[in-house]
Structures are given as structure tokens and as C-alpha cells.
């Protein structure tokens, strides 16, 4: 594969006119990157909200049969099926409710998600506006913004890391480490 040697149409990063032009794309950039990642949640969010029904139903299902296996015999060759089945029930039920953590763990993630996308059209707005773009009060602002919208004390020990000149990559790694121990703690049945 060659790489293309001429700029792409519409852009004039290679050729720069001087007056807003690198600032205008760079918001066009960031309003890009929020609207896809919107788009994305919206289109994930109607199948895991099918799945979140199924498994839902599948764990009514799964009460309601072993609650009819329950009323056979204990004895014989009924009873050792019974057991069986009871057994085969636990196993399903307990894949199901961990299904279901797995669904609450997507819908943290959806909920960052939206966070990191109302945070790029904020930061888009502001650069776009050189009035607000050369104003400190308006960046201090916009931090204050963006740190609000953290839910978790690991979240916000994360940005005040990178606020206080942590590499970003660093800071990211402390947060998933940290949240891989309290996830380590939560028992899935």
C-alpha cells in the first residue's frame, strides 16, 4: 500500500492560512470524535438493552423450571434426574446473573462514554471561540466541568494526576490497575 502524498481535500493543515484555520479543524475534529462516539453508544445500546430483556426473561424461565423440577420425586430414577436438572438450573441461573453484572459494568462504561463525549464538545466550544480559547477563567472552568462529571474517587484522583503533569498514559494505568483491585473484589455468584 503507497501512501498518498497529496493533503486531503477541505484541509488546510499542510498549507496553513494563518487565521484559525489549524483551531477551526481541530474543533471539527473534536466535534467528529463526540458525535461518533454517541452514535456508537446508541447503536451498542439497542442490543444490549435485547440482551438485557433476554437474559432477564431466561433467569424467569429458569426460576419457574426448577420450581417445577423441585416437585418430583426424590427417589428413583425421576429423583436422579431431578437432581440433575436442579443442578443444570443452578449452573444456567448462575451464567445469567453474571450476564446481568456483565450488562451493569456496559452501562458504566456507556455512562463514561457519554462523559468523554460531553467533554469534547465542551473543549470544541471553547477552542472554538477566541475570545473564551485565550481566556484562563474559561479553562479553569471547563476543568472544573470535566471533573465534576467524574462519579468515582479513582476517576477524579485520575484527572487531578494529569492536571498535575502525570503522562496521561501513566495516569490511565494507575486508574486501571486500581479499578482491576476493586473489581477483584466483587464476587459474580
Not at 471539527?28 to 439497542?46: F, P, R, T
Amino acid at each position: 500500500m503507497t501512501e498518498n502524498p497529496l493533503p486531503p481535500r477541505g484541509t488546510s493543515a499542510h498549507n496553513p492560512d494563518l487565521s484559525w484555520s489549524q483551531v477551526r479543524e481541530t474543533v471539527l475534529m473534536l466535534e467528529l470524535a463526540a458525535v461518533q462516539i454517541e452514535h456508537a453508544m446508541k447503536d451498542s445500546n439497542a442490543s444490549v438493552d435485547v440482551l438485557t430483556r433476554s437474559f432477564t426473561a431466561m433467569a424467569g424461565c429458569m426460576q419457574e423450571i426448577a420450581g417445577k423440577v423441585e416437585g418430583l420425586p426424590e427417589t428413583g430414577g425421576v429423583g436422579a434426574a431431578r437432581n440433575e436438572l436442579l443442578g443444570a438450573a443452578a449452573n444456567v441461573s448462575g451464567m445469567v446473573h453474571q450476564a446481568i453484572i456483565a450488562f451493569q459494568f456496559y452501562d458504566k462504561l456507556v455512562q463514561r462514554l457519554a462523559h468523554v463525549g460531553l467533554s469534547l464538545g465542551e473543549l470544541s466550544d471553547l477552542v472554538g471561540e477566541p475570545a473564551r480559547l485565550y481566556n484562563p477563567g474559561e479553562w479553569v472552568a471547563l476543568q472544573n466541568r470535566i471533573k465534576g462529571k467524574y462519579s468515582t474517587r479513582e476517576e477524579i484522583a485520575m484527572f487531578d494526576a494529569v492536571m498535575h503533569g502525570v503522562p496521561v498514559q501513566e495516569a490511565i494505568e494507575r486508574f486501571m490497575a486500581e479499578m482491576k483491585d476493586k473489581n477483584d473484589d466483587i464476587e459474580l455468584f
